[in-house]
């Protein structure tokens, strides 16, 4: 998970969403939260400071930011090798 986000520092991310990756070359899209976790990610990274971001960003408890924040490392870890 940790690589994960160090990993996310590289991305190149346009403002609507689209993801690119100059590593691996793969490119993909994001919702509007995926893109304000990524930003966030870009320069945090520890995950419970991120999160806590995210809680005061968005209308969710803490439980269920964590809870989509590590469905979305688990599929970002297929785009970023």
Same mark, same amino acid.
């Given at each position: 998970?940790?690589?994960? %986000? %160090?990993?996310? #520092?590289?991305?190149?991310? &346009?403002e609507?969403?689209?993801?690119?990756?100059?590593? &691996?070359? =793969?490119?993909?899209?994001?919702?509007?939260?995926? %893109?304000?976790? !990524?930003? !966030?990610? =870009?320069?945090?990274?520890? !995950?419970? #400071? %991120?999160?806590? =971001? !995210?809680?005061?960003q968005?209308?969710?408890?803490?439980?269920?930011? #964590?809870?989509?924040?590590q469905?979305?490392?688990?599929?970002? =870890?297929?785009?970023? #090798?």
């Open positions: 998970m940790k690589n994960t %986000l %160090l990993a996310s #520092k590289r991305l190149a991310l &346009s609507s969403g689209f993801v690119f990756d100059p590593v &691996s070359g =793969q490119s993909f899209s994001v919702n509007e939260s995926g %893109l304000v976790f !990524l930003r !966030l990610a =870009q320069h945090e990274d520890d !995950l419970d #400071k %991120l999160t806590t =971001q !995210l809680v005061e968005f209308d969710a408890s803490s439980v269920e930011i #964590k809870r989509d924040v469905d979305f490392i688990n599929r970002l =870890q297929g785009f970023l #090798k």
